[in-house]
Structure formats: C-alpha cells, structure tokens
DNA sequence: AATGAATGAGTATTCATTCAT
DNA sequence: AATGAATGAATACTCATTCAT
C-alpha cells in the first residue's frame, strides 16, 4: 500500500453493494453532515430501495463508523508499520504528526465528521472509531516514552500529555483547515510542531551545561593567550 | 472581580426573568446536553410557557451562546486584565494556559457544551463565541509573537500553530474530564504545558552566538599573536 | 344520567378539542380498528396538525384507551348505582347481566375494540380499563356472594367462576353480533343466561330435607305399627 | 390416540421440513406472540434461508393456522370420538367442557395465540381454525339439544347460548391462566361448571312438581298411618 | 427444494417557533 | 410581558413476500 492511496485500499474497493453504500455514504456525509443525511438519500444515491441498506448494516450510525474506519484504518496501519521502522525518535515522531496532519488536511470533510459528528456520540467511546483512534494516539505515546528512556527526552512530563497537545494541535490546525477558515502545507505545520515538541521535550540542562562550560573554557583561554 | 467568583459576575446576576431563564437552561444543558433540552424544559423549569421564552431570547441557539458567554467572557476578561500586568513571557504563557484550563476543568460540562455541542454548529464562526474565543486566543499570540520580538523566543515557529497546539491540548485534556475519562490537576498540568511550549520556543542561538563570540575572539587573538 | 344517553355524558361533550379528539378517534377504531387508523387520520378528521394531538394525550394508545374509558365508564357508574338500589338477588344479577349485553349489542364496535384490539396489548392489565372491568365483575361476583351468605345459592360454586362464565358468555354473545354473524336480543337473552346461571346456583336441598322428613315419618308410623 | 399424547399427533411428527418449520414456529410465537416472531425468525429457528419457508407454506397466517391446527384437531377429534361412546347428557356435557378446559390450561401459550392472536384476525371465520372450532361447539350444542329432546333439559333455553357461556367461560377462565393471573384444576373447574350448567338447565318445575307430589302424598299416607 | 438479496410501503412522535389574545 | 395552542416537517427502521439463480 503506498502513501498516495489511501483511500483506494485494494482490498475493499470490491465494489460490492456494501462497498457502493459506503461510497456514497462517504461523499453525501462529507457534504451535507451524517444528521443531514438520510437513509433515503443514501439508498437513492446507490440505486436501491431504503431496506436494502439494512441487509448490509444495522443502523445509520453504524455506516458512518465504517466510512470513518475505511479512511482512518489504513492511516493507522501504515503509521504502525512504518514507525517500527524508523530509527531516530525525532524522525518518528515527525512522521506521525506528519501522517494525520496530511490526513486530516487531504479530507477535511472527514476530519470534520470525526471531531464533529462521530466523537461526541454517545457510544462513541465503546465504538471501533475510539479503538483505531487510541491504536493511533498509542504509538505517539510510546514513541515519546522511548525518548524518555533513551534519555533524550525530558521524563518530567507526562506523556499522555504530550499525546493530547499533539492531537489537539493537529486538529485544531486540520479543524481551521476543515471548515475553510485557513489553509495548511501539512509538511511546513509538521515539521514545526514537531520542532516545538521535540525542543520542548530535549534533555536541555545537561548539554546546556556542557556547552556553557565548553564556552567559559574557551573564554579562559582567549583572556590567558590576550594577557 | 475574584477567580472564585467566575459564574457570578455581579452585574448580570440580577436574577431578572432573562437570568432565570439562563440559569435554568445552563443546569439542563450541562445535565442532558443541548438537544435533549427542549424550550419546554426550559420554560417549565422557569414556571413560564413556551412563549414567553422568545420576549427574551429570539432563539434556542441564542440562549445557548449566552450561557457559553456567560461562562467564558468573564475568563477572558479576567486573562486579558491579568497578562496586561504579568512581566514575564513565561509567566503570562502559563497563566493563559492555567486559566483555560482551570476554566474547563472545573466546569466539564460547559467544556462539553462549548466543544462538543457549539463549535460543530453551522453559525459558530459567525457567533458571539467564536469572537469571544478569537479574543483569548490572541491573547496567547501575543504573548508569543512578544517573545519572539524580544528575542526570548525562536521565530521560526508560526505563533498561530502554537496557540492550536495549546488550546488544541488544553482540549484534548480537558475533554477527557468531561467524558469523565481521566481526572485532572489544573495547575500541575499548567506547569507541565508550559515547560513543554517554552522549552520547544525558546532560542537556542544564543548560546551559539556566545561559543561564535568565543571562537571570535580566539580568533582575534591569535592573529595578534601571530603578528 | 339516563340508560339511553350511554354515550352522551353530560359533562363530557363540551366539544373541546380533547373531545372532538375523542369523537373522531372513535368512529375510526370502530370502523377500521386501532391498528388501521393512523394519528394522522385523526388528526385529518378533527381539522388539525398530527402534532396538535400530542397537546391532548401523551400517545395513540392513550387515546384509545379513553375512547374505552368514555363508553364503558357511564355504564359501570350506573351498574353499581342502580345495583345498589335493588332487592333481590335475581333481580340484581340479571340487571348486571342485561346492562352489560345491552352496551356491548348496541356497540358492537367498541365491544371488539375492548376484546380484540385493547385486551391483548401488553399493559392492559396495568391500564385504567382494566381497573373498570374488574370493578364491573367485582359488582356481579358480590351479587353471587351475597345469594350464596343468603342460603339462596349453592356455594359449592366458586363466584369468581360464575363470573367467568357470565361475562365470557357475553362476549361470546356479543362478539357474535360485533363481527355480524348473529343478531341480538340483549332482553331475551339476559333473562334467558339469568335463569340459567339463577338455576344454576339454586339451592336444592330443601326438597332434599322434605323428603326426607317424609320417610322419617313414615318410618316411624311404620315402627309404631308394628309395635 | 391417547388423552395425553395431545401434541404428538402420530401421522404429522414424520419430522419433515414442514415439520421442523412448525415446531419452530409453535415455540416461537408461544414465546414471543405472533407479531413478534418474523419469518426470519423461523428461518433462524429451522436453519434454512427466508425464502424456503414459502416452499411449505403460502403466507406467515397460514403457519400460525396450522400451529393452533396440530394443537387443537386432536383434541375435537378425542372429544368426537369419546362423545359419541358416553351415555348420559350430564357425561358428556361435563367431558367436553374438561377436555377443553385442560387443553387450554395446559398449554396456555396456544390458547392465547388462538384468543389474542389468530381470532382479532380479519379472516378469521373463514379459516380453517374457525371451522375447527365449530365442529367442536357443535359438539355441545347437540349434547344439549339431546338432553332437551330428552326431557331432561329445559327447552326455554337457546342451545347456542349456553354453548357461548361454556365456552366463554371456558375461555375466561383459561386466559386467566395464559396471563399467568391464576392458576386452574381443569378437573375442579370442569366439575363445577357443569354443575352450573346443568342445574340451571334441568327441566325443574315438573321434576319438582312430582317430587313435592309424592312428597305430599308419602306426609298423607303417614299422618293417615299415624291415626 | 433452496437461496438470500431486494423490495418499498408505512407511521408515531418531537419540537422550535409563531401569533392571536 | 405573557400565554399556550397550533404548526407541520422530517425520518429510521421493519418485514412479509418475491424471484432470478
């Protein structure tokens, strides 16, 4: 699977009824809001009569969870394979904002029915959604933590809180991005949050010290050689 | 005004017909959320019919950002008094960031309400709230773009990310109290945003300046000593 | 209130729109069933919006339940008016008897309404007209119990049995004329289940007791003689 | 066929897919009514597709007529049976009213299912089950007509009267069971009942009138023997 | 005999808002 | 200021039955 298709999975585009029900539940949610979109507009839309939908998914919300899954699953495994391969922490920590900031820009209307419409749903939380989401918000977490065991990152701060400002961040920018209001280079954003993150996060006062001492050595010698 | 006192400003708790109204329609949001609150909860918990609620308000959503309103605009005022006569960036970065969320943290469910029930809204941009918003959030950027002009602050880093990466993660926290997911220690977690950001912004070329000034001065140096 | 305004109570048909609500209710659950008339046929029929109904009972089945409620509720109240004010137990039994036959022969509509369409809903039992019925069969069983504490009745037989049989009979008997498979007498036949039912429970050992007394005499005479 | 194999009607149990079709369908709307039992349901139940079930039956009604069918046939076919081989009118009343009585307390599900379910049904009287039913009531209106040609019964009294006040006691009585609000002794029930029934029908004036007859004559010949 | 996908009609209920009084 | 009756649009979901395979 490469990067630029993410949202033609191989596998899934079968394009079985099941797969056609999505598709068009993808584009009329994208467009008009899952509460501003019927049941009746979606089986139009496929071609079939309403009950049909039914014999492929027990309820209207449980089609807006798999067109979230079907746009976020493959994010999500790309991300845990890849960053198993990455050696550098800052590197993979760069590429994980990178990959959902490039996500959620690409698809605004799709981040929008994310943050907007599944997440404050009552059930959402015991949803597929909250897994893949935790999946993915795990993988930063550990990242971070390998940094702190490393010894590269400051242990001080907890890394769930990390995790929440990254993820608020990144949507916060994709949110602006979403309802048109700002438009986002994903690769600039990610490469500066994730200097600001990763700066914020650095063991500073050793090499802080180091560097200070290195600098008084050589201001030591320049007075002794002037003298 | 006293940080205690954040849901009683004095000059709009004068308990008049349009306050009761408010009152009732605060406790029922928070308790059952916007849509499952009807006009006629809200009259009947005010003792008034239907009716009378439209001499007051012209709309449900109206009310909805007044009770937003009244929550948050004394928070900001508050914000935007107490930084104008803080020294340090620093210290008005971590007051900023320690106000919002103790603001919603001590109240989850007017965080709920604000992020999970308003924003979505197709007017939002359009609101009182979003301006209210817009106004705090500056605040930050200034405050920002401050050290950055002060030299304290690195300026490769857009001021703008940065206030999405903090409201974006005070959020995320904040709305994990909400769900009831996690509970939260306001100043600990204030403490902790703070280090992160101004670590991850504070400019490090100064100490490159002075090991440059150092190697300068060597150089300067030896050249007298080979003349 | 007088036996032939069963269905005119007084106070009841101040036309309100409760009322009109009521009216128009019934003349289509007897015509075409509870199930077949939809709240927008009612609606229809009375002149208004469907939702308008919702301002005077609380669901459908409410309203059928009042429907019931207006028809045999009048007829319950005289029952035990006029029962009370009646000597014998003959007397009072077949006017019990008659009553009943009379309203469900000149409603045969709202008869079956009762039978088949309000009896088997699940909460029946729980429902106000269930409440009537059994204040109704509770009147013809204290009848029962009074003739048996008399010595008029046998009370070998339980009453609860007789009144089984005795409102089973008559649904039996009006069901017959509901789904117009019989026409009825309500006279003829009360007085006739009357004497079946009077017959029935009619104490016979008295005759028993005479007889023997005879041939105890006679055994006596009989004795003496041979003496 | 023996009394207590009422259910295990030897030609039909072959277990033929028609079969597990009906056994099927018997527990399931026994269990859950008719309305609720989809043919899905039944589908599940027998472990083929919807659409087979149709290859056995014509219609979802058809299932249920043939369900209460298996139950019911063998018991009017005992009661035709053994009836014809009783001899007095009283025997043979009090058999009838036992064997159904025991049918309906035994397996009160069915009995609601044939009350509550099949009978509100539009065509019912020209179902089969209808047919059924008046080959059984028939059974008794002879026995009564017998008993009144007989001598024995009164003839003032309509025979399909107290066919409905049998039966509908009969029925009251077992849907007090079905709804699980009493518990019946079919014997008990039966035994009084026809008491019931059958002192209120027996000819009693001139019974009476020659007992007090002879009564009078035996006090004659005793005082005369006395003097 | 069996499959099983497709049909498509049918409906109770809610509620923000208005307006005549 | 207040009333409160009226509006009326809007919609997810079920399921007996069919039919091409």
């Not at 939908?53 to 493959?74: A, C, D, G, N, W």
Request: proline residues 2%; charged residues 30%; hydrophobic residues 40%.
């Amino acid at each position: 699977m490469v990067v630029g298709e993410l949202n033609s999975p191989g596998g899934s585009s079968r394009n079985t009824r099941r797969e056609q029900i999505l598709a068009a539940a993808r584009t009329l949610f994208a467009g008009s809001g899952y509460d501003q979109t019927s049941i009746s507009d979606i089986a139009t839309a496929v071609g079939v009569a309403d009950g049909a939908i039914y014999k492929h998914f027990t309820s209207k919300r449980e089609i807006l969870y798999e067109v979230i899954r079907e746009f976020y699953e493959p994010v999500i495994d790309m991300a845990a394979t890849n960053v198993e391969g990455m050696s550098g922490i800052r590197e993979r920590l760069r590429y994980l904002i990178w990959l959902q900031l490039r996500a959620f820009t690409e698809q605004p209307e799709l981040c929008r029915l994310i943050i907007a419409e599944a997440r404050p749903m009552e059930d959402y939380y015991e949803s597929r959604i909250a897994d893949l989401n935790r999946r993915y918000t795990t993988l930063l977490v550990e990242v971070v933590e390998d940094g702190q065991r490393a010894g590269e990152f400051n242990d001080d701060i907890d890394a769930a809180m990390v995790r929440d400002v990254v993820y608020g961040g990144i949507e916060h920018v994709a949110w602006g991005a979403a309802t048109g209001r700002r438009s986002v280079d994903a690769t600039r954003v990610a490469d500066s949050l994730t200097s600001l993150i990763c700066n914020g996060l650095e063991r500073r006062t050793d090499r802080d010290g180091l560097l200070a001492d290195a600098v008084d050595r050589l201001e030591h010698v320049a007075d002794r050689l002037e003298r």
